[in-house]
């Protein structure tokens, strides 16, 4: 008798025809609709399996693992991997991957397209028009912030930071800081021509600032009240990092206080729910976690994660060699 086919989940619908390629060497546990599942559910799916296609929905830990006793993959759809507990993994023995670089350049593009609609008041300007308030043009209507020439602080210089360092630098004439665990490399700092300056620094000024570094314990709240009260009064802040970098209610009263101009976010803390607090101010753009989501990108990313599975699980070209494997003891790099 034929062995049996080793069992795979994918937790979300993701493009049919990528998610088919992995039927070559499982059966496969494909969601059909987008699904909030529970840990208790979640728990439940990895019992069974061998590997998993997850996304940032799914948090896998200690709980979600104890029964997965076959599971030996998971493969994340994202750079970002703050929803696994990447060292409960390994001390498992399960191969955990991401998604790094496929999404570099449009994760980028958001997050320049929300600074500029921050620092220009673009949905501002639209939701007032929309309203039928836009009576006869003046000249003082909706003045906002110059992003050409201006200085882009970025916080978190990984791959997304550098590409947006570069679109600052090269395409709007910025000058670029940057505050990082570590300094770059004089190559990369030149590529992007940013300098590295200290934290406090980089708040101070910066007249358009973009979270880009990983969310982790140690990083929650790293722009709390403190940190919103050294940076400039007419400054933006732009978020596409994860929401839980931000104490929002700290940013709530900074931007109706008038102490920050404007900000863009991308991420929530405790997402799809925002902060009731947040949706009532003018000054700010909200976008629901869109970063890498282009036909392309979103393909790629999909593309990525079965190929990693496929490998981490043994099989294809790549055999126990998957494309991008989360290291041992790396904090989730972005
Ligand atoms: C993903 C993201 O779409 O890559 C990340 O870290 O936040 C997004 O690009 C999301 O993680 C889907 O799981």
Known sequence: MAEPRPRVWVSQPLFDDIVGRLGEYFDVDATAEVTAWTPVQVAEKLR????????????IGPAEIAQAHGLRAVANVGVGYDNLDVEALHARGIVATNTPD?????????????????????TEGERWLREGRWRQWSFDTLLGHDVHGATLGILGMGRIGQAIARRGAHGFGMRVLYHNRSRLP??????????????????????????VLPYSP????VIDAAALAKMKPTATLTNVARGGLVDEDAL???LAGGRLAAAALDVFEGEPRVNPRLLALRNIVLSP?????SHATRRAMAALAVDNLVAALGHGPRAGDPPTPIAAKATAKR
Do not use: K, M, P
């Open 218 to 221: 140690q990083t929650r709240h």
């Open 48 to 59: 069974g399996v061998a590997g998993a296609v997850v996304t940032l929905n799914e948090r």
């Open 252 to 254: 709530a009263d900074a």
């Open 289 to 293: 976690h869109v970063g890498s989501a």
């Open 102 to 122: 496929v999404l570099t350049e449009t994760t980028a593009d958001l997050g320049f397209a929300l600074l500029l609609a921050a620092a220009r008041r673009i």
């Open 186 to 211: 004089a190559g990369i700092e030149s590529n992007c021509r940013a300098a590295y300056v200290d934290f406090d620094t980089l708040l101070r000024e910066s007249d358009h600032l973009v979270l």
